[in-house]
């Protein structure tokens, strides 16, 4: 509505000059497009920040925020014009008399225009207000309290914290046909990606870490894993190994770890 009323307000001063349609309508967009422009491209970067939290919800929204604006902006540029032109009456040099909001609006800008110097001035004063009251707000950056509190996924995770320690200290069971070493990278990875993401988490361990800490480095052969997990005692490996994982062969050679 805002891009439209703008394009049209022009309009309508150009006909009242006595202007006929089309000349009126590409003053309109010639003198219109870039100020609209720009109001949309800072609204749509207004609406873009709305990801960097990263929460799905926000992410979606501003994007079809920016895709509305956008699309707005061309509507505004393209289907306005055509319906101005058919709904014109064709009346040239109407007299126009302001109504109060215009009057209103008028005796602002007069007022502006006549004190530049003290408008800045107010303005840079309320500008570094707006700075210190900035810092005086308090900014909420728990995550999951973004999210609906009976959303599914945080209630159970309620119920999670609730039958917990304190600490917080969680397993992520990964089921695998049988372990090699590109498993264990991989699963190496994800710990790496989750600690990363998530602040809270101040320290992991894996069957990787075990590896590097026994071994020296993860390995990436066969060869080297057997001889990674030969040297894990067997205690160490149960806390992160179950089952059968290595194969009959291997299950022999790492003293059925």
Same mark, same amino acid.
């Given at each position: 509505?805002? #891009?439209?009323? *703008?394009?049209? +307000?022009?309009?309508?001063?150009?006909?009242?000059?006595?202007?006929?349609?089309? &000349?009126? $309508?590409? /003053?309109?967009? @010639?003198?219109? @497009?870039?100020?609209?422009?720009?109001?949309?491209?800072?609204?749509?970067?207004?609406?873009?920040?709305?990801?960097?939290?990263?929460?799905?919800?926000?992410?979606?929204?501003?994007?079809?925020?920016?895709?509305?604006?956008?699309?707005?902006?061309?509507?505004?540029?393209?289907?306005?014009?055509?319906?101005?032109?058919?709904?014109?009456?064709?009346?040239?040099?109407?007299?126009?008399?302001?109504? /109060?909001?215009?009057?209103?609006?008028?005796?602002?800008?007069?007022?502006?225009?006549? &004190?530049? %110097?003290?408008?800045?001035?107010?303005?840079?004063?309320? !500008?570094?207000?707006?700075?210190?009251?900035?810092?005086?707000?308090?900014?909420? /950056? &728990? @995550?999951?309290?973004?999210?609906?509190?009976?959303?599914?996924?945080?209630?159970?995770?309620? =119920?999670?914290?609730?039958?917990?320690?304190? *600490?917080?200290? #969680?397993? $992520?069971?990964?089921?695998?046909?049988?372990?090699?070493?590109?498993?264990?990278?991989?699963?190496?990875?994800?710990? +790496? #990606? $989750?600690? *990363?993401?998530?602040?809270?988490? #101040?320290?992991? =361990?894996?069957?990787? %870490?075990? $590896?590097?800490?026994?071994?020296?480095? !993860?390995?990436?052969?066969?060869?080297?894993?057997?001889?990674?997990?030969?040297?894990?005692?067997?205690?160490?490996?149960? @806390?992160?190994?179950?089952?059968?994982?290595?194969?009959?062969?291997?299950?022999? *050679?790492?003293?059925?770890?």
């Amino acid at each position: 509505m805002d #891009y439209a009323a *703008q394009l049209q +307000n022009r309009f309508e001063d150009e006909r009242r000059e006595g202007k006929d349609v089309e &000349n009126s $309508i590409l /003053t309109a967009i @010639r003198t219109t @497009r870039f100020p609209l422009f720009m109001a949309m491209a800072t609204t749509v970067i207004g609406f873009a920040s709305m990801a960097a939290p990263a929460i799905p919800s926000l992410v979606w929204f501003g994007a079809l925020m920016s895709i509305g604006l956008a699309s707005a902006f061309l509507l505004s540029l393209t289907i306005l014009p055509a319906m101005l032109k058919l709904a014109d009456i064709g009346e040239k040099g109407v007299k126009h008399s302001p109504g /109060t909001l215009e009057k209103f609006l008028t005796s602002i800008a007069k007022l502006t225009t006549a &004190n530049p %110097k003290k408008i800045l001035a107010l303005a840079a004063v309320l !500008i570094i207000l707006g700075t210190y009251a900035t810092t005086q707000v308090q900014l909420e /950056t &728990n @995550r999951r309290k973004y999210a609906p509190p009976d959303l599914p996924a945080l209630v159970k995770f309620g =119920e999670l914290e609730r039958s917990v320690s304190p *600490q917080y200290v #969680y397993a $992520i069971v990964l089921s695998a046909d049988r372990i090699d070493a590109e498993t264990i990278i991989k699963a190496e990875k994800l710990a +790496n #990606y $989750i600690s *990363q993401r998530e602040k809270e988490v #101040y320290s992991y =361990e894996t069957l990787g %870490k075990a $590896i590097e800490d026994f071994y020296g480095s !993860i390995p990436v052969t066969e060869e080297e894993l057997s001889s990674a997990l030969s040297k894990i005692p067997e205690s160490v490996c149960e @806390r992160f190994v179950s089952g059968k994982p290595f194969g009959h062969s291997a299950l022999h *050679q790492h003293r059925n770890c």
